[in-house]
Nanobody
Framework: VQLQASGGGLVQAGDSLRLSCAAS????????MGWFRQAPGKEREFVAG????????KYADSVWGRFTISRDNAKNMAYLQMNSLKPEDTAVYYC?????????????????WGQGTQVTVSS
C-alpha cells in the first residue's frame, strides 16, 4: 500500500491542524494505522494508533486529550486531528500501515510508511 501524508504547516501554539494520510494500492481496511513523529535531533516516536475498524485507538501520553486519530475506510483515508498544539509538537509526522488487526507502538512493526509532513508550532 502506498501512503501519502499531508496537512502539515506552520501554526501558533494553541492552534489546530488536521493531518491526512491517503492510502492506495491495496485494501486499506486490512491495515491498522499509526502516526509517528520525529523532532530534530530526536528519535521517531509513536503518536497514535488505530485498529482496522477504527474502534480501538491508542495515544502517546504527550498527546492524549489533544490529538484524535480516525479513519474512513470508504475513502482510504486516515487522519490525525491535532488540537491545542504546543511548540514541543514540532516534528515531521509520518503515517504508517501495518497488515494486522491491531496497531503497534513500535515502528519496526509497520510495513508501509508515508513520506512525512512537517508540523511547526511557534510559541
Amino acid at each position: 500500500v502506498q501512503l501519502q501524508a499531508s496537512g502539515g504547516g506552520l501554526v501558533q501554539a494553541g492552534d489546530s491542524l488536521r493531518l491526512s494520510c491517503a492510502a492506495s494500492g491495496r485494501t486499506f481496511s486490512s491495515y491498522s494505522m499509526g502516526w509517528f513523529r520525529q523532532a530534530p535531533g530526536k528519535e521517531r516516536e509513536f503518536v497514535a494508533g488505530i485498529n482496522l475498524s477504527g474502534g480501538i485507538t491508542k495515544y502517546a501520553d504527550s498527546v492524549w486529550g489533544r490529538f484524535t486519530i480516525s479513519r474512513d475506510n470508504a475513502k482510504n483515508m486516515a487522519y490525525l486531528q491535532m488540537n491545542s498544539l504546543k511548540p514541543e509538537d514540532t516534528a515531521v509526522y509520518y503515517c504508517a500501515a501495518r497488515g494486522t488487526i491491531l496497531y503497534s507502538v513500535r515502528q519496526s512493526d509497520y510495513d508501509y510508511w508515508g513520506q512525512g509532513t512537517q508540523v511547526t508550532v511557534s510559541s
